[in-house]
């Protein structure tokens, strides 16, 4: 048995089998025009909510996931800093920063000396194609994702159930193409936020597929004070800022509690006195919510200041553990 994926704009809107399993969507579908069209815009947020990283992560996201929480967090931060107060806000594992970006434009049109920071660790994937009939997706530091031969769309970087067996055959042949290809992938270099240049080595061209939204580029290029920026979500920040947010990032079912531990300690030494920690991650069961904790610190320990949806499920670990 076989099932064929998605790799066209039209099959978009056949997500699912006859058996109700889902079809892989080919992540060259995030290619978006300059300037992108309304149309480019849906396609890349229907196509960002499938992408999987090698580590198990996904890029999961979608406009106004936050509305509730930028509501109340915004409340939090008009009683404890004034409008011209020169605040600084970093937002941890990103995506696709589209959630940021909204955020950002209250917060910059309320705190006027403000900058926002949108960070991740991973900004591009890059397609190599040798002919319109096939082509390799490979995460930044040369990992292949996904081996695209019309009609299929197989993982390079997870084995597919065993009774597809049609699709797994393809990953073989499509693990067979990328292995040589990992070093020269390894070996370019690109700008991480954006770069349209084609590379050919080898018989092949290889360009960057951005994974950030095009309305975040856009609000990047319209302000200097929205800025998107590669971090580890786990390292201290270069510079002390105000606010810190991690949403559906520190998860026990990624990361151990030791990790975790050590992210938030980090997390602790980036923000200045009087700084917020906002924690939490959306249930996607049924109806999706919010469970948030916001968090300040002061005099060298945190305390929960405001809760949404009961709370993040990390609320003891921070108390607990950190500093
Ligand atoms: C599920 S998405 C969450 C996106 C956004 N925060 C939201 O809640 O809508 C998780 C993000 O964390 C990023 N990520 C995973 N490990 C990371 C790390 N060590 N440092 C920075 N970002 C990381 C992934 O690349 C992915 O974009």
Redesign the pocket.
Known sequence: MYKIGIWTEQNLGHPKTWYGSSRAVAYSLLEVGQPPTNQDIERFGRTIKTVR?S?G?????YAG??CDLDELATSVLKRSFAPNYPLRIC?????DAL?CSEWALTLLSLWTNSTVVA????FYLICGRRSNSEAVIFEQGGAPLQFIRPPFVVPLDHAERWFYFGNRIMSWWGARVADPLRDIVRGLSWDPIFDSRVQRVGGWEFRQISLLHPSARALMRTSARFTIQE????DELAEPCEVIRI???YNKELFTSETITDGLRAVFRSLTDGGMLILGR?IEVGKPRNEVSIFTKRLGAFTVVERLGGGSELEQLVLSRVP
């Open positions: 990283l580590s992560s996904h890029r999961t996201t996931r936050f937002d941890l594992g990103t995506s959630v960070s991740d660790h991973r971090h580890n979500a786990f949403l559906n990032l959306t």
